[in-house]
């Protein structure tokens, strides 16, 4: 099993920045993707970032790209997501998630470790 703990949410205003952390225990993460995810009420969750196991590759959604970035640090088994010039569009509950040993999916359904949540909140 692995545990995953995300940080660093909160309420912003519109043009700020945050930088979300995902702590990460239990089995190792080396060679497992790491991935954000952001859910609003009443929507699926929808796909943000994700970093393969030795952080060298990143993907961010298209929408995103520019003002969100990925990374990792398999020292500290912690990705971190920065977010900047953030949106009100941007609100929603931000979970990590983690893959499968040695793939790097990119739908929700393909991870199999997930976080509680943090809350991120722009408010314009």
């Known amino acids: 099993q692995v545990q995953l703990v995300e940080s660093g949410g909160g309420v912003v205003q519109a043009g700020d920045s945050l ?7 239990g089995r190792s993460i080396g060679n497992r993707a790491m991935a954000w995810f952001r859910q609003t009420p009443g929507n699926e969750r929808d796909f943000v970032a994700r970093v ?7 993907y961010v959604s298209d929408s995103l790209k520019g003002r969100f970035s990925i ?3 398999n020292a ?6 920065q ?10 509950v ?17 991870y199999v470790y997930w976080g509680q949540g943090t809350q991120v909140t722009v408010s314009s």
């Open 76 to 81: 500290k088994n912690t990705a971190y997501l």
């Open 19 to 25: 930088r979300l952390s995902c702590a990460a225990s």
């Open 71 to 73: 990374s990792r640090d």
């Open 94 to 110: 931000y979970y990590c998630a983690v893959g499968d040993e040695n793939t790097y999916p990119l739908w929700a359904r393909d």
């Open 83 to 92: 977010m900047n010039d953030l949106k009100p569009d941007d609100t929603a």
């Open 52 to 58: 393969g196991w030795t952080g060298s590759t990143t």
